[in-house]
Nanobody, 124 residues
Framework: QVQLVESGGGLVQAGGSLRLSCVVS????????MGWFRQAPGKEREFVVV????????YYADSVKGRFTISRDNAKNMVYLQMNSLKPEDTAVYYC?????????????????WGQGTQVTVSS
């Protein structure tokens, strides 16, 4: 059974950085399209960034472009999200998801497996 576990969240001041990690067990991370989503209180889960299977192409939401970077370490079966220049509006629970989509990658329904999430809080 495929399981995803996120870590690395925490409290940081605006302008600071955090690196989130997502470890995959029961499957091979290189086989999946891996996405990061986030959900703020009272809001729906929203797409942040994806790294696609087969070619590792990446696509970022406009709100994080230039500040966040996704990467994959196949040897460790992990995906990372480096978050720089954090803003209070980045505050949310961050989730990683795994699936097989290539073209459609921005919807929650495009992913089959999800982690439990890690809280990121950015203070002003």
């Amino acid at each position: 059974q495929v399981q995803l576990v996120e870590s690395g969240g925490g409290l940081v001041q605006a302008g600071g950085s955090l690196r989130l990690s997502c470890v995959v067990s029961g499957g091979t991370v290189s086989s999946y399209t891996m996405g990061w989503f986030r959900q703020a209180p009272g809001k729906e889960r929203e797409f942040v960034v994806v790294i696609r299977r087969t070619d590792d192409s990446k696509y970022y939401a406009d709100s994080v472009k230039g500040r966040f970077t996704i990467s994959r370490d196949n040897a460790k079966n992990m995906v990372y999200l480096q978050m720089n220049s954090l803003k209070p509006e980045d505050t949310a629970v961050y989730y990683c998801g795994a699936g097989w989509a290539y073209h459609g990658v921005k919807l929650v329904s495009d992913y089959t497996y999800w982690g439990q999430g890690t809280q990121v809080t950015v203070s002003s």
